[in-house]
């Protein structure tokens, strides 16, 4: 792939043809308009943009496109900005424009016989989620960010999240798909078959591809029956070894009613409980580590409460779960989930963390969490490692959180040791750097090295055949061709 070349861009022209086919409410130029457009929600990376540009339909973000890549100016998609690696923001040349896709936020239909949901790449999780729940039905992906995170950026990015376990990623329920190529051509994939064979399958493509393929604008989602009976469970454990083995004991009985199995340490959660207004632990004692289990049917006659019941008092006396509670209300439901939910926001407020979203066959769990905590501990005395996530599909998120007597910045200026300390124990264990949020410009440095021969080699001529001129969210995926870590 060759780097854009730095061409003469002549900015007012650009800005009033862009104002012309978008209208003035789609162009922002002001400093104070667009800044919070240019830093991510980890505060990690402050980028510069010439302009963000807020297209309303298809037609007028295409039109848009072909206006950029006709000046040479690259372009950064940006949906709610809630990436974990900077992978909606600019760099900071000030010669990049990001193109927030918020005002295409129509949900255009909801089919109940096939099940599905057509949604324009604007439209927030959460509400897309909604009307589903309105209609009867449910979309099934649920991340801790989604009030905020968008369909089009959920989709570019494969999303996972708590239902994966069940339901798959993003990828898995997808059907169709349209999308703004790099040069503008509007890709019309938009079909809502569940058999099509007929070629490459190539909305996958798009699909996780971070924005450097193109702008997802469209997509027809595969939807679930509602669920009619749900049961959640805060079990507490005394370690991994003891979540894994209740996980399987719900999965050897009935592996499909498992919703979500959730693993948290004991440090994290008691730092939910410390810094999250209105979270309390329901238990009497704090633990080494916690599950929260959600099981659910569409079925109404299925007694999943008697079904809970039985496989937690079995676990009980099998010693793997010292206490649990399981929610009688959707109030206590909530309640529940917010001490899980909350595990990003109590690591941001409690300083500076280092993130590691990796993931490991399942019944490696238990070996990474012991190796990666002994092994950073030993690397930074008073570290204080907070791991947590979806236990059920391998995907942990080994959270690091900065000592008490550090500073941030001396934790941070760690950041790599850390990450290194932790891929090396990954890498044995058969492992990816990268579970569900991505590469963004945070790690590529690591793609050379975990992806490197002709699965990055192909990567890369995929999308030099898409975008030769690398305009579609440079820097995001691939290292340079001398990859160095990035300072983050
Ligand atoms: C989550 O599952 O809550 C996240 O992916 C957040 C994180 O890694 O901090
Ligand atoms: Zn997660």
Redesign the pocket.
Same mark, same amino acid.
């Given at each position: 792939m060759t780097a854009a070349a730095p061409a003469p861009v002549d900015h007012t022209r650009l800005l009033e043809q862009l104002a012309d086919v978008l209208g003035p409410a789609g162009v922002l130029t002001a400093a104070d308009d667009i800044d919070p457009f240019c830093t991510d929600w980890r505060n990690l990376y402050h980028g510069r943009a010439l302009a963000v540009l807020r297209p309303a339909d298809t037609d007028a973000l295409s039109a848009a496109v072909r206006l950029c890549v006709a000046h040479g100016v690259p372009m950064v998609p940006q949906g709610g900005n809630t990436s974990?690696v900077g992978g909606a923001t600019p760099d900071d040349s000030g010669r990049e424009i990001v193109i927030c896709m918020s005002r295409m936020n129509h949900i255009r239909g909801i089919d109940p016989h096939e099940m599905t949901m057509e949604v324009e790449a604007g439209v927030p999780l959460k509400v897309a989620q909604d009307a589903a729940r309105d209609a009867g039905m449910m979309l099934p992906l649920s991340? @801790? @960010?989604e009030g905020s995170a968008q369909m089009g950026g959920v989709l570019a990015t494969n999303a +996972? +999240?708590?239902n994966t376990v069940r339901y798959g990623n993003a990828r898995e329920l997808v059907l169709g798909l349209e999308a703004v190529l790099p040069d503008g051509e509007v890709f019309h994939g938009l079909r809502r078959l569940r058999k099509d064979n007929t070629g490459y399958a190539l909305r996958q493509l798009f699909v996780g591809s971070e924005g450097t393929l193109g702008f997802i604008t469209r997509a027809i989602i595969q939807l679930q029956p509602a669920p009619k009976e749900v049961e959640v469970a805060l079990c507490a454990v005394g370690d991994a070894q003891g979540a894994l083995a209740l996980f399987s004991a719900f999965r050897a009985l009935d592996p499909a009613l498992i919703q979500a199995f959730e693993y948290m340490s004991g440090t994290g959660m008691a730092l939910v409980n410390e810094l999250i207004p209105g979270a309390a632990l329901p238990l009497e004692q704090p633990a080494p580590a916690y599950v929260l289990v959600e099981l659910a049917t569409p079925r109404p006659d299925a007694n999943l409460r008697e079904f809970m019941e039985g496989v937690l008092a079995d676990a009980m006396e099998n010693g793997i779960v010292t206490d649990a509670v399981m929610a009688e209300s959707e109030g206590q439901r909530t309640n529940l989930w917010k001490l899980?939910?909350e %595990?990003?926001e109590a690591?941001k407020r409690a300083g500076a963390s280092v993130?590691n979203?990796v993931s490991v066959p399942v019944s490696r769990v238990p070996e990474l969490i012991a190796r990666a905590t002994r092994a950073c501990e030993e690397l930074i005395p008073g570290i204080r490692p907070a791991p947590? +996530? %979806?236990l059920g599909d391998g995907n942990i %998120?080994f959270?690091l959180v900065q000592p008490t007597d550090m500073s941030g910045d001396a934790f941070l200026a760690r950041a790599h040791d850390i990450m290194d300390t932790v891929a090396d124990i990954v890498r044995d264990l058969d492992g990816s750097f990268s579970a569900?949020?991505g590469v963004g410009q945070l790690k590529p440095y690591m793609m050379a090295e975990w992806r490197g021969g002709a699965e990055l080699a192909t990567m890369r001529r995929i999308k030099a055949a898409l975008d030769p001129r690398n305009l579609m969210n440079p820097g995001k995926i691939f290292p340079p061709a001398t990859s160095a870590p990035a300072s983050a």
């Open positions: 974990m991340i @801790s @960010s +996972g +999240g708590n899980r939910e %595990h990003a690591q993130k979203d947590f +996530g %979806h %998120h959270n569900e949020h």
